[in-house]
């Protein structure tokens, strides 16, 4: 048995000698679960890219950068599905080229990766009940007393303690799952970015989600509001991106943002 | 006794487990065509001295020779297990298979016979022992008469010099004893020869040519049936036959 | 065509939208699963009969030690996938066989996840079936040893037959933790089931009734293959009833014996 093993992986390895052959490819790896950053679809279109594998096709903000920065470097785009912690050893092990996947800039993950500049900055909200206590919200003190969660593992969940009086709940491990506690009464509202808040209220219209005018919302550092491409340490490839990304300015970047928004199935559902 | 070839010779066999001696000093010898039962109490050795023979135990000390030649190291595993073969006190079919798969593995994978001489043998032997109806029947359902007369055809299969027998009797019923020894009977009758622990004292006395008495790892008489039985030299043996011929 | 707003137009909605996703992930959980467990229960069967040689004082001393090296192998092996989780084992072999170049971008991840399903499996199969073997009777491999059967024989013949049998319940059990634990695999860019629900769940941001179709998938595989196996084990037993042949000139007096009524 171990010797089919051996043969087996022998063979792989023929292939994968061949196909790297195949210079010109970049692979990007995303979860493509999280729209309208990226998600899967079951149906082909202009926008979509097909995912490595042949399990559906990928759409999203971050698809179209991805589409945008493989077109810059000359290269053929292939979209690798891959698990959130997954994705920082297959860049490493050198399995993708980059992560394309609405990660932050931190500084933690800088130890182990390198980023290129932004490709999108968003600004963060509280997605609350339509008909609840909070819907008329504007500032952060307006939501003293609140129950209030985040996603587990992101800088969402800190920024909660910068309302006063807050009642922090324990982090949750997913967006669905915090739209069910919203809606239950376990929680009176979470913490989001506003692409998407934007997705979460659409499909939930018993939900809506306050934003804050400059100055009223919530402090936060650059890195931990924008996503960048995040490369292997040493990768040649952090120069020719930033450059290809230089040439993207905010007004196309929102645009983008706003077709994606347009195009998840979610608003298309026809 | 006649003078005929000598097939086992055991000299000095020695069986120690842990600090336990069950076999202190044996040595005695089987001829061709000898039907020798060994009697003896409980924990005196009977079985263990069985099972050193084919190796079902490893000997601590000690000789045994097969024709002539060392049974470890003179002879080829598989040869030496089909001539001295053996039939156990809980028959130990394999429950897995059928009564005809029995009696063929052993000759099909060891002795490498083809299925077809090997299933002629079998069904030889299965009618020998009163069993070729049975032949599609898995163990666990036959009776324990029958399960001991396949186990001693399976046995037969392999065309053995020698036939251990470990208590064959002693896990039956007393209905089924009658089968089993008149099918030992007919073997003894035809020549086989048989090394043959065992309770029963009429058959041994019946059936045998020679009987064994061990005591405490030691051969203390060995004689021809008529003496043992009427007039046993040693006082332990006199005490062990009257307790036993009680019954 | 509005979003739908109960829970079953829901699900109906999903299932036309994500349907051909959801079977193809299906496809690759039991491709994975299936696949990996038998050759993992192969590994285990191998494990457990080098585990099981026997020494005789005749072993020479070169044999004895390679044999010694073996059981130390086969043993930290056992304790090294039974100890650590699928998920650490799988990013482990996949990036780190990439990272040391013996496996390539192109290396097929479907077959680098079998091979992770099977060694994981193997170390819980060669437990399970030491137990099978410790549960047959001794006997048994005596009757083998007596008749001549050397140890490979005696334990694929006898022993390893009646193991297995006695060991189908939790052989099952392996097949349906293998079949749910294969989500685990999504850290190697593998697109299995629960991915894929993720993939629904993130896109169309219903919960509930993402997962109540995942549940759903997930019991139909698990009960399907446990049923199989039912059936397996009924045939290793065999008939409960056999023919006593006939004589020879007339087979019309062959018997069927019946399980409740033979004898004794």
């Known amino acids: 048995m171990k010797k089919i093993v051996s043969i087996l992986l022998a063979l792989a390895m023929l292939i994968g000698v061949s196909s790297a052959m195949a210079e010109g490819t970049l692979r990007v790896g995303m979860e493509c679960n999280y729209a309208p950053f990226n998600w899967t679809q079951a149906e082909p279109s202009d926008f979509t890219v097909p995912i490595d594998g042949g399990a559906g096709y990928a759409d999203g903000y971050d698809v179209q950068i991805a589409k945008k920065i493989a077109e810059g470097l000359g290269m053929d785009l292939v979209i690798v599905k891959t698990e959130w912690d997954g994705l920082p050893p297959a860049v490493t092990s050198g399995a993708i080229d980059a992560i394309i996947a609405g990660m932050s800039p931190t500084e933690e993950r800088k130890a182990t990766l390198d980023f290129t500049d932004p490709y999108y900055t968003s600004e963060l909200v509280v997605v609350v009940k339509k008909d609840g206590a909070f819907a008329a919200a504007t500032s952060l003190a307006d939501f003293t007393g609140a129950a209030i969660t985040a996603q587990l593992n992101t800088f969402h969940y800190t920024v909660i303690d910068q309302i006063p009086g807050v009642n922090k709940l324990p982090a949750m491990e997913s967006f669905p799952a915090m739209i069910v506690a919203l809606q239950s009464g376990a929680i009176d509202g979470y913490i989001a970015e506003r692409p998407g808040a934007v997705a979460d209220t659409t499909a939930n219209p018993d939900l809506t989600f306050i934003k804050f005018d400059e100055g009223k919302g919530f402090t936060t550092s650059e890195a931990d509001v924008s996503v960048a491409v995040a490369l292997n340490k040493g990768s040649d490839l952090v120069a020719p991106i930033n450059a290809i990304l230089a040439g993207i300015d905010t007004d196309t970047r929102n645009q983008m943002m706003l077709d994606a928004t347009a195009r998840q199935p979610l608003s298309t559902a026809e | ?247 | 065509m509005q979003l739908p707003s109960d829970f079953f137009g829901w699900v109906g909605f999903l299932l036309s939208k994500y349907g051909s996703l959801f079977l193809q992930g299906t496809g690759m959980t039991l491709l994975i699963s299936l696949t990996g467990t038998v050759i993992g229960f192969l590994i285990g069967l191998l494990v457990a009969i080098l585990r099981t040689v026997p020494t005789t004082r005749r072993t020479s001393l070169p044999m004895r030690g390679l044999k010694t090296g073996m059981n130390v192998l086969l043993s930290a092996y056992i304790e090294v996938f039974r100890g650590t989780p699928m998920i650490v084992q799988a990013m482990v072999i996949y990036y780190g066989a990439m990272q040391a170049g013996i496996i390539g971008r192109g290396t097929p991840i479907p077959v680098v996840a079998i091979f992770i399903v099977s060694i994981n499996t193997g170390a819980y199969m060669a437990e399970i079936i030491r137990g099978g073997i410790i549960s047959v009777d001794n006997g048994q491999k005596e009757a083998a040893h007596a008749i001549g059967m050397t140890h490979w024989q005696s334990m694929v013949n006898v022993v390893l037959p009646q193991a297995v049998r006695n060991i189908m319940p939790s052989i099952g059990n392996e097949f349906v933790v293998n079949i749910k634990d294969s989500s685990v695999l999504n850290v190697i860019a593998v697109s299995e089931l629960f991915f894929m629900s993720k993939s629904a769940a993130g896109t169309y941001l219903r919960y509930f009734e993402v997962f109540a179709i995942t549940a759903v998938i997930y019991f139909i595989l698990t009960f399907t293959v446990t049923r199989i196996l039912r059936l397996i084990e009924r045939k290793m037993d065999g008939s409960g009833t056999y023919t006593i042949l006939g004589s020879q000139t007339d087979s019309q007096s062959a018997i069927t014996v019946t399980e409740s009524n033979k004898e004794g």
């Open chain 2, 1 to 247: 006794m006649e003078k005929n070839p000598t097939l086992l010779e055991i000299s000095h066999l020695m069986k120690r487990f842990g600090n336990h001696e069950v076999l202190t000093d044996i040595s005695f010898t089987v001829g061709e065509g000898d039907v020798t039962c060994i009697i003896g109490a409980s924990g005196s050795g009977k079985s263990t001295l069985l099972r050193c023979v084919n190796f079902l135990e490893e000997p601590t000390a000690g000789q045994i020779l097969f024709r002539g030649k060392d049974a470890e190291t003179g002879w080829k595993r598989a040869e030496y297990h089909s001539k001295v073969g053996m039939v156990f006190q809980s028959f130990n079919l394999f429950s897995n298979m059928s009564v005809l798969d029995n009696c063929n593995s052993g000759q099909m994978r060891v002795l490498k016979r083809d299925r077809k001489t090997a299933t002629e043998k079998t069904m030889m032997y299965l009618t020998k022992v009163g069993m070729a109806p049975y032949c599609n029947a898995r163990p666990a359902q036959l009776s324990g008469g029958q399960k001991q007369r396949v186990a001693i055809a399976r046995a037969l299969a392999m065309d053995p010099e020698v036939l251990l027998f470990d208590e064959p009797t002693s896990a039956l019923d007393p209905e089924m004893v009658g089968e089993v020894l008149a099918v030992m009977r007919d073997l003894a009758l035809g020549g086989l020869t048989m090394l043959i622990v065992t309770h029963e004292m009429s058959f041994a006395k019946d059936v045998c040519n020679r009987v064994i008495f061990m005591d405490q790892g030691l051969i203390v008489e060995d004689g021809a049936p008529g003496e043992i039985f009427t007039q046993p030299r040693q006082a332990r043996t006199r005490e062990f036959l009257s307790r036993v011929l009680q019954r």
